[in-house]
């Protein structure tokens, strides 16, 4: 079964601070993995997503992530945030059969003045 | 492109009453659509897989008898919470397929009094 793990339940950054959010998966195979970030009382909205090919994917909103497979790890980073990247994030694994995702518990980013 | 849209937003509802919420793709096909659910604070969670044409899989936990999901065509899964009591209360979220992708609602807060 596939399962994902984010260790910060909560982040504080300043803005214009770099941020990094920590995601760690559990697959048999080669993950479909994926960030998505969610606004209070809205819908989620797709950050980036990793299949196959460059470890190293660009998003949108100047996200990025890198895929370590040695690591079980999808960690993403911005380098200045913005105080509109105010919001929950969460990573979330799929398989390739059947698209289903599972998601982490997700991260609350807060940023300040 | 790839719009997914829920009706209703927000709806009130009394105990014992049913409620229909309905997930429409607005620009693209999907034969594949998702339902989940979402407690304050929490991450989502997977209820159910709606396929166009074909019955509904539950996960495990879901009472089926409960949570109605109705796929009639391409492009519209509804569901439908029968006999709605007070700990169904929560933020429900839809996503449809497009290829790998999920693209999500925006949700549709369900309360009952």
């Known amino acids: 079964a596939q399962s994902v793990t984010q260790p910060d339940i909560h982040i504080t950054v300043s803005e214009g601070a770099s941020l990094e959010l920590r995601c760690n998966y559990s697959?048999?195979?080669?993950?479909?993995l994926f960030w998505y970030v969610q606004s209070p009382g809205q819908g989620l909205q797709l950050l980036l997503k990793?299949?196959?090919?460059?470890?190293l994917v660009q998003g949108i909103k100047g996200f990025e992530a890198e895929f370590k497979r040695s690591q079980s790890s999808f960690n993403l980073r911005k380098p200045s945030v913005h105080w509109s990247d105010a919001a929950e994030y969460f990573c979330?694994?799929?398989?390739?059969?059947?698209?289903?995702?599972?998601f982490g518990a997700g991260t609350t980013v807060t940023v300040r003045a | 492109g790839a719009v997914v849209s829920q009706h209703p937003s927000w709806v009130i509802c009394k105990s014992g009453t049913s409620v229909k919420i309905e997930c429409r793709s607005l620009d693209f096909q999907a034969t594949t659509m998702f339902w989940y659910r979402q407690f304050p604070k929490q991450s989502l969670m997977l209820m159910a897989t709606?396929?166009?044409?074909?019955?509904?899989?539950?996960e495990q936990g879901v009472e089926k008898d409960k949570f109605l999901i109705n796929h009639a065509s391409l492009t519209l899964s509804t569901l439908t919470v029968t006999s709605a009591h007070p700990e169904d209360s929560s933020f429900y979220i839809c996503?449809?397929?497009?290829?790998?992708?999920?693209?999500f609602g925006p949700g549709t807060r369900l309360t009952v009094t």
């Open positions: 709606s396929n166009e044409g074909s019955k509904a899989t539950y």
């Open positions: 996503s449809a397929n497009s290829g790998a992708f999920q693209y």
């Open positions: 979330a694994v799929g398989a390739k059969n059947d698209y289903k995702l599972s």
């Open positions: 990793y299949f196959s090919g460059d470890t």
């Open positions: 697959y048999g195979a080669t993950p479909y």
